[in-house]
Nanobody, 125 residues
Framework: QVHLVESGGGSVQAGGSLRLSCAAS?????MGWFRQAPGQEREGVGI????????YYADPVKGRFTISMDNAKNTLYLQMNSLKVEDTAMYYC?????????????????????WGQGTQVTVSA
């Protein structure tokens, strides 16, 4: 069982920045960030293959968000810059047990086995 605890959410004006953290009891080969806005399906934001330097991002956040991993601390990060109102959502950290993980996994939240409780990000105009 992998335990994930997110932190760092909050309220910010459009154009601002936030950094989310996810403390993991252990890291897995593939970890990611997802988000879910009210009335919408959960969507992938970014994925990182923790053993290397491969990262994948959803188109709406490319160039603005950066996912990273501190393996020594088992902590996953999501640096969010140039935030937009449409980035408002609950953000979840997730861990994938297996090794079949890549860009397509952004669209398959069911591939991920462990989830945090989420942290709210609210961006105002």
């Amino acid at each position: 069982q992998v335990h994930l605890v997110e932190s760092g959410g909050g309220s910010v004006q459009a154009g601002g920045s936030l950094r989310l953290s996810c403390a993991a009891s252990e890291s897995t080969f593939c970890m990611g960030w997802f988000r879910q806005a009210p009335g919408q399906e959960r969507e992938g934001v970014g994925i990182i293959l923790t053993g290397g330097v491969r990262t994948y991002y959803a188109d709406p956040v490319k160039g603005r968000f950066t996912i990273s991993m501190d393996n020594a601390k088992n902590t996953l990060y999501l640096q969010m810059n140039s935030l937009k109102v449409e980035d408002t959502a609950m953000y979840y950290c997730a861990a994938h047990r297996g090794y079949s993980c890549g860009a397509p996994s952004l669209a398959r939240s069911s591939d991920f086995d462990y989830w945090g409780q989420g942290t709210q990000v609210t961006v105002s105009a």
